[in-house]
């Protein structure tokens, strides 16, 4: 680990701070603040790491950026470390975590964009992709470009490989836009009026281009835009719809415009979350199985026997009950999407989704992509006629508790109570990711998780009327809070 102290001066390249790249790197990108855990000259020694790391010499990355005012000055500084080294860098200026995953797919090249997804407006970050939108995350190259960059900074300088790269610039907004609506036909939904609210995010640009008219031709929808203007400062509210609060003003709008459907994106727009009719959340649940069912369909009318979807362990066990009944294999897998990522190219997935909000398609290089799950959600909805809270009703037979998290001194020690008291009933306990508790009578679950970060424990629970789930809740709480 090293350090280094720069001198005094107002701008991004160079703060009077001491920095450690460990703080900004984590499991699966880098995310820290701007100006202290993350800056210009960190930024570019990130960039020379990464063409050393991944061998890109000679070979085009491409280099993006969300709409945080950081963004700009953040991709030039990579993409300067990068071509000192030999790289040629693509510009694609202004995008979504997902065109650059449409992008690297598309164009088979190792790329990045800097965003903080949903973190507040203080924070930058960088998501990286190998050719073909396959993740970096810490087991698969970040702690090799960490390190690289780390000995960039310590010598102070970055020398030159023997042929400096070039630049150029590349807009894939269009072709990303066609290319989603080629995997998606909605030109023959009946009309529906959609609020969508971006959060000042970049949905407040991909939006348009997909769904709307902006270039491609209209589609029969009626978009009832909030907060489309892109602005890293997020001046009405956090652009993290994983928080409910931050769902209000999109709920108020559904109802007060009648519409038939609200969506929300998060910052770089690779997740989304759907509002019903009545203003009512539609759980994540809910969405993995009725996209799932469309991907089953899709991939059965192709010749596939049994097409394998893959969910996260605390995901509804409605999702892997559908899947079932419809012909796929389901695939239980640990939180995370490095994870499903790479189970997905294991098993040739065509689907996947998690309790946050991503979903992962096969079709988009196995990557997850908000506005292709919405675009899912919408062609289902358009091709009947009954509204959206009927139609998630059918996909929520069961009553969730949502995330319960509980502050305890032993997190080891709450989760070996937990064990005991229920395998003394004879609940099947497993490990896969933390503890899930499976009786044999199947009228709930729940699974026990420690945050990686923090001293909580994670409670996620589901039952299949709403009093066994608050008594169980309150008796897991009991024991795992004595």
Known sequence: MRNRRRGPTDT????????DLSLSFKAYDVRGIVGETITVDSVRAVGAAFVDSLDLAGETILVGGDMRPSSPE???AFADGATLRGANVL??????????YYA????????????????????????????????????????????????YLADGTIPAAGTRGTTGVRDVLEEYSRFLRTLVDLSSSRPLKIVVDAGNGMAGLTTPAVLGDRILPALPFDIVPLYFELDGSFPNHPANPLEPENLLDLQAAVVQHGADIGIAFDGDADRCFII?????????????????????????????AEPVIIHNLITSRAVPELIRHDGGRPFRSRV??????????????????EHSAHYYFRDFWNADTGMLAAMHVLAALGEQDGPLSELGRE?????????????????HASIARARTEFEQEGVVVDDLDGLTFTPGHGDWWFNLRPSNTEPYLRLNAEAVDPQTLEDLVRRVLAVIRD
């Open 91 to 100: 510009f694609l200026d202004l995008i979504s975590t997902d065109e650059l």
């Open 12 to 19: 991004l390249s160079n703060v009077t701070t001491t920095f």
């Open 104 to 151: 690297s797919g598309t164009l088979h090249a190792a790329g990045v964009t800097f965003t903080a997804s949903h973190n507040p407006a203080q924070y930058n970050g960088m998501k990286m992709t190998r050719p073909g939108a396959v993740p970096v995350s810490s087991e698969t190259g970040l702690k090799d470009i960490q390190e690289r960059a780390e000995r």
């Open 74 to 76: 953040f991709s030039k």
């Open 336 to 353: 995370g999407h490095s994870f499903i990522k790479a189970i997905m190219a294991e098993e040739g997935a065509v689907f996947g989704g």
């Open 395 to 411: 996909y929520e037979p069961y009553f969730s508790s949502g995330e319960v998290n509980s502050k305890v001194a032993d997190l």
């Open 276 to 304: 019903d009719e009545k203003g009512e959340p539609v759980s994540p649940s809910a969405i993995t199985a009725m996209v799932a069912r469309r991907e089953i369909a899709r991939a059965q009318a192709a010749g596939e």
